[in-house]
């Protein structure tokens, strides 16, 4: 799979015709791309950020006023990530107009669609972060549309036991946002890349 993965990723010989600009407009490329400008720019922000009620502010503050390129640095991560759920959305869109979900690509549109919810919750769990008023009150927010949904109760107790904010319920954010979504979407795309080469002939644009 992972083989896979990097031929699709740095293939040997290229087609002119798909070196054209086309109604796909490589969003899932372009998607990938951000996700990896996000990650590196997350790595950097890790050796300041304390995932800590007192600190976390603090330490936002002190990354933009205080080191060089910081500022750039958190701009970068925010702006790659928001790039990221518009292409993975478009993508998914197209997926849906062009009828490329139907036989035999019904596994990967399901590993698409684990992808563009893995991307959603990865958004969401970085937004707490900063612990600014506007992070703590969407986060607030997005906990009372969790408790309305099946099982949002006990999915809250998971999330934020302590409370919105609170030590345990941002470490569990940072926890997530940092390790456990990123290697997710990572096995995910490595699905999804090896799918797509598995499938590329009943596909006229591949």
């Known amino acids: 799979m992972f083989k896979e993965f990097l031929k699709h990723l740095f293939p040997r010989v290229v087609l002119e015709?798909?070196?054209?600009?086309?109604?796909?407009?490589?969003?899932?490329?372009?998607a990938f791309t951000a996700l990896l400008i996000m990650a590196g720019s997350g790595l950097l922000l890790l050796f300041y950020y304390q995932p800590t009620p007192d600190h976390a502010f603090p330490s936002i503050l002190f990354l933009e006023s205080?080191?060089?390129?910081?500022?750039?640095?958190?701009?970068?991560?925010?702006?790659?990530?928001?790039l990221f759920l518009v292409l993975i959305f478009l993508h998914t869109l197209r997926v849906i107009l062009t009828g490329a979900y139907r036989k035999p690509r019904e596994l990967n549109?399901?590993?698409?669609?684990?992808?563009?919810?893995?991307?959603?919750?990865?958004?969401?769990?970085?937004?707490l972060l900063p612990m600014?008023?506007?992070?703590?009150?969407?986060?607030?927010?997005?906990?009372?549309?969790?408790?309305?949904?099946?099982?949002?109760?006990?999915?809250?107790?998971?999330?934020v036991p302590d409370g919105v904010g609170e030590a345990l319920s941002l470490l569990r954010f940072y926890v997530l946002h940092i390790a456990v979504i990123p290697l997710t979407l990572l096995v995910l795309s490595l699905l999804h890349f090896y799918r797509i080469r598995k499938n590329k002939g009943v596909l006229p644009y591949l």
């Open 66 to 82: 205080s080191i060089w390129g910081g500022r750039y640095i958190r701009s970068l991560h925010r702006l790659s990530s928001h």
């Open 109 to 127: 549109w399901i590993i698409g669609f684990l992808l563009l919810c893995s991307a959603i919750f990865g958004a969401y769990t970085g937004y």
């Open 17 to 30: 015709k798909n070196l054209r600009l086309s109604y796909t407009f490589c969003l899932g490329g372009l």
């Open 132 to 159: 600014d008023q506007l992070a703590l009150w969407a986060t607030q927010t997005g906990m009372e549309l969790v408790r309305a949904a099946p099982l949002g109760e006990y999915i809250e107790a998971i999330l």
